[in-house]
Nanobody, 123 residues
Framework: QVQLVESGGGLVQAGGSLRLSCAAS????????MGWFRQAPGKLREFVGA????????RHADSIKGRFTVSRDYAKNTVYLQMNSLKPEDTAVYYC????????????????WGQGTQVTVSS
């Protein structure tokens, strides 16, 4: 059973930065790919970025490209989401998720989910 624990959320002013972490335990082939999603109040959950453990290949949503970066520390079984130049519209609960195989932008492809961490960006 794969368990995911996010951390690093908080309150930040517009233009600031945060780094979210997602620690994965019990990782197996069923968690080859890790994704980050976010859900703002009243909105659907949306894809942010993803990474493949073995190849380190990443993909990012167009809406955050150039500001957010997904990375991983293989030795620590931890995936990161570095968020720079934050905007009020980035305010959301951020989730990490795991799936077998290649990365995907579709939340339904992900089997395991963390509890989420709140990010609030003030203007």
């Amino acid at each position: 059973q794969v368990q995911l624990v996010e951390s690093g959320g908080g309150l930040v002013q517009a233009g600031g930065s945060l780094r979210l972490s997602c620690a994965a335990s019990g990782r197996t082939f069923s968690s080859d790919a890790m994704g980050w999603f976010r859900q703002a109040p009243g909105k659907l959950r949306e894809f942010v970025g993803a990474i493949n453990w073995a190849t380190n290949n990443t993909r990012h949503a167009d809406s955050i490209k150039g500001r957010f970066t997904v990375s991983r520390d293989y030795a620590k079984n931890t995936v990161y989401l570095q968020m720079n130049s934050l905007k009020p519209e980035d305010t959301a609960v951020y989730y990490c998720a795991a799936k077998a195989g290649w990365t995907s932008t579709h939340e339904n492809d992900y089997r395991y989910w963390g509890q989420g961490t709140q990010v609030t960006v003030s203007s």
